[in-house]
């Protein structure tokens, strides 16, 4: 019988600064596609066609404890991947120990900063929407996804999901 790997420790870092003891929780992004029916003369029943990442697009949605001047001068960037963040998480197989790395890379900017409640000798946090144009998953040093919306590459597993189209496009 075998064990989950689940998470025992993670740290988030903002264009590099360490928020160690700092981040309460990240909500990875959802990976989906914008999927749209389609049934043609001759099929038995629709077919779903990939377009592209859904409308939603990605999103690293992430808590701090307190206040935090890093994201708040952050507010407005005006490049559309001019934050850098970086989740690193430890996640442990508890019936053999083994611990995988698995490191998130996104850019992008911060859609929304939400400052929370303010209330005297309680505690405080605020949540940080950051909408992505980047997002490259690493697993033990293992490249496992990266997309790269601004610059129409999407690689999984090592293949260049879109090099035929950038081809055919003379990009």
Not at 20 to 35: E, I
Not at 104 to 113: A, D, F, M, Q
Not at 139 to 144: M, T
């Amino acid at each position: 019988m075998a064990m989950p790997r689940k998470l025992k420790n993670m740290n988030l870092f903002n264009d590099g600064t360490s928020y160690l003891g700092v981040s309460k929780s990240v909500t990875l992004p959802a990976l989906g596609r914008k999927m749209e029916s389609y049934r043609g003369g001759g099929m038995n029943g629709p077919v779903k066609t990939d377009l592209g990442f859904s409308d939603d697009g990605l999103q690293l949605e992430w808590t701090l404890g307190g206040i935090d001047l890093t994201v708040l001068k952050q507010f407005s960037m005006v490049k559309a991947d001019g934050v850098m963040l970086r989740f690193a998480g430890a996640y442990q197989q508890d019936d053999t120990g083994e611990v995988v790395a698995v490191e998130i890379v996104v850019r992008g900017r911060h859609e929304t900063i939400e400052m929370g409640d303010a209330s005297a000798g309680e505690d405080t946090e605020h949540s940080i929407t950051t909408t992505c144009t980047y997002y490259k998953l690493t697993v033990n040093g293992e490249e496992v996804i990266e997309i790269d919306l601004l610059n129409f590459i999407e690689k999984v597993g090592g293949v260049d999901m879109l090099e035929a189209q950038r081809q055919a496009l003379g990009i």
